[in-house]
C-alpha cells in the first residue's frame, strides 16, 4: 500500500478510469533535467517524460525563467487581442514547417488540435470522410475517439460518421503477411486505396495519420508508406494530415519534424506534447488554402495563451542552442543499438524498434507465435521501478515498453536506462516478481 496521501486521494476524489502506473503507484513532487522525485523522497530517471511531453528536462531553468518573466507581464489575452508570443511563434513555425504549412491556430490539447484539423479537413475540400489508422490514438472528443484504432480507448464506438480505419503499417505484424517490409510492395498504403473504393463514395476529406503510432507501441511505418499513402488520399481529393502529437520538435532524431523522415508534405499537421516542455499547448498548421477556408468565428479560450507560448519559445531555444536535434539523433541511435543487443540476449523481445529518442520493445511470449505478453511487461516496470527508472507501456495488447528520455539526455542515462529493463526482463523470464498490467497511456 502506498504511503502517499496524494496517491489516496487520487483514487478516492479522481475518475477512476484515470489511472495510475504502477502496483504500488507514485505521487511526484518534483523534477530535475532527467529525474524526478516522489514523496516518499525516491528519485527516478523518467524514461518516458510524462508521456513524451518533458522535451528538455523538468524544470529547466531556461524554460522557467521565461514562463515566470511572462507570468508577471500579463497571463492570458485571449485570440481576441494578439500577443506578441503567440504572433511570434506562428512565425516561427511557418519558418521550419513541412512544405506550405504557414498558418497556425493554438489550443490546450492534442485531441483539440486533432479536432480542429479534421474540421478544417472538412471544411477546405466540402467532404466527409476522413481514413485513420488502426492501432492509431488521436483524443478523446467523441471525433478524435472516433479516429481511434486501439480497443482499450474506445469505450464509445465510432459514433461521428465518414470515419474508416485503414490497416496500419506494422512490420513486425504485418497485416499482409509479408516477409519483409522490402518487398512487401507496400500493401497497407495501397489498402487505403480500396477501402476508399469500398467504404465511401469515392471522395474523401483526408487521410489523417500519427508519423510514428505513438501508444500503439512506436510502430514506424516503412520507407515510402507516407508518400504512397498521401498521393492516394491525393487521388481521392483528400488531404493528408500527419499527427505529430509525438513525433514532433526533434523527437525523431535530426529533423523537426518526424515526417521528415519521409519524403511526403502534409496539408495540415498537428502537434502538442514536447511542444511547451509540459506546458498546455498544441498547434494546427495548415496551409494558407485549408487555413482561409476554416469559417469564423472560431475561438479557443486558452488557445494561443502568452504563458504557455513563452514556454514553446523558450523549449525551441533550447534545442536549437543544445543542438539537441543531432543529439537526439546520436543518443538515440545508441539507445536503439543498446535495445537490439538487449534483443539478442532475452528471448521475450519480439521486436525492438523507434525512431531517436523514441525507442519501444515489443514482448512476446514466443517469438514465432509471436504472442503478445503484457503480463511480462507489467514485471518489467515494477523492476525498473524498483531500480529507479519509471517506463511507458502502450500498444493495442499493452505489451510494448516504450521509452521517451528527454531530447538532452545523454549516454549515462541510456545505460541506466538499459540496465534496468536488462535486469527487469531478466525478472520477468524467471516468471519472477510483481506485474502490473493495465496502465497503457497514450
Ligand atoms: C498521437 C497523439 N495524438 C493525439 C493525442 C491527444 O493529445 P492530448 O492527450 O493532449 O489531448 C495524443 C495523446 O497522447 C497522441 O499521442
Not at 485571449?78 to 500577443?83: D, E, M, P, R
Not at 501508444?215 to 481529393?237: H, T
Amino acid at each position: 500500500m502506498s504511503a502517499s496521501e496524494a496517491v489516496r486521494k487520487h483514487k478516492e476524489f479522481l475518475f477512476p478510469a484515470a489511472t495510475m502506473s504502477y502496483q504500488d503507484p507514485i505521487a511526484l513532487t518534483r523534477g530535475e533535467g532527467n529525474y524526478v522525485w516522489d514523496d516518499q523522497g525516491n528519485r527516478y530517471l523518467d524514461a518516458f517524460g510524462g508521456v513524451l511531453t518533458v522535451s528538455v528536462g523538468h524544470a529547466n531553468p531556461k524554460v522557467v525563467a521565461a514562463v515566470v518573466e511572462q507570468v508577471k507581464k500579463i497571463s492570458h489575452t485571449s485570440t481576441l487581442y494578439a500577443n506578441a508570443e503567440q504572433s511570434n511563434l506562428a512565425e516561427k513555425l511557418a519558418s521550419i514547417a513541412p512544405g506550405n504549412l504557414k498558418k497556425s491556430f493554438f489550443t490546450s490539447s492534442g485531441t483539440e488540435a486533432n479536432e480542429t484539423a479534421m474540421n478544417a479537413a472538412r471544411h477546405a475540400t466540402g467532404r466527409l470522410d476522413i481514413i485513420t489508422l488502426r492501432h492509431s490514438y488521436s483524443g478523446r472528443s467523441l471525433q478524435t475517439l472516433a479516429g481511434c484504432g486501439q480497443i482499450g480507448w474506445k469505450k464509445l464506438p465510432t459514433l461521428v460518421p465518414g470515419i474508416h480505419h485503414a490497416h496500419a503499417p506494422y512490420c513486425y505484424r504485418c497485416p499482409f503477411h509479408a516477409p519483409d517490409s522490402k518487398s512487401c510492395g507496400l500493401e497497407c498504403a495501397n489498402d487505403i486505396e480500396e477501402l476508399i473504393q469500398t467504404t465511401t463514395g469515392g471522395e474523401i476529406a483526408a487521410f489523417m495519420a500519427e508519423t510514428v503510432i505513438g501508444s500503439g507501441g512506436f510502430i514506424v511505418p516503412p520507407a515510402g508508406y507516407f508518400e504512397r499513402a498521401s498521393a492516394i488520399a491525393r487521388k481521392y481529393g483528400g488531404l493528408y494530415i500527419a499527427d505529430e502529437v509525438q513525433t514532433a520538435w526533434g523527437r525523431t532524431g535530426g529533423h523537426w519534424w518526424g515526417i521528415e523522415h519521409w519524403d511526403a508534405k502534409p496539408d495540415i499537421m498537428v502537434s502538442a506534447k514536447g511542444m511547451g516542455n509540459g506546458a498546455p499547448v498544441a498547434m494546427t498548421i495548415a496551409t494558407p488554402e485549408v487555413a482561409d477556408k476554416f469559417p469564423g468565428i472560431t475561438f479557443a479560450t486558452f488557445g494561443g495563451n502568452p504563458v504557455s507560448m513563452a514556454a514553446c519559445r523558450s523549449t525551441m531555444e533550447v534545442i536549437e542552442e543544445g543542438n539537441l536535434l543531432e543529439n537526439c539523433k546520436v543518443v538515440g541511435a545508441y539507445l536503439g543499438e543498446r535495445f537490439k543487443a538487449l534483443k539478442e540476449k532475452h528471448a521475450l523481445i519480439g521486436d525492438a524498434r523507434g525512431l531517436g529518442m523514441m525507442q519501444a520493445l515489443e514482448l512476446v511470449k514466443d517469438r514465432k507465435t509471436k504472442e503478445p505478453d503484457p503480463v511480462a511487461v507489467g514485471k518489467v516496470f515494477e523492476e525498473a521501478k524498483r531500480r529507479g527508472v519509471l517506463l511507458g507501456k502502450g500498444g493495442v495488447y499493452g505489451n510494448v515498453i516504450r521509452t521517451g528520455l528527454m531530447l538532452n539526455a545523454g549516454k549515462p542515462q541510456v545505460d541506466e536506462l538499459v540496465e534496468a529493463i536488462d535486469a527487469g526482463l531478466t525478472v520477468a523470464a524467471a516468471g519472477a516478481g510483481p506485474a502490473s498490467v493495465g496502465t497503457k497511456s497514450a
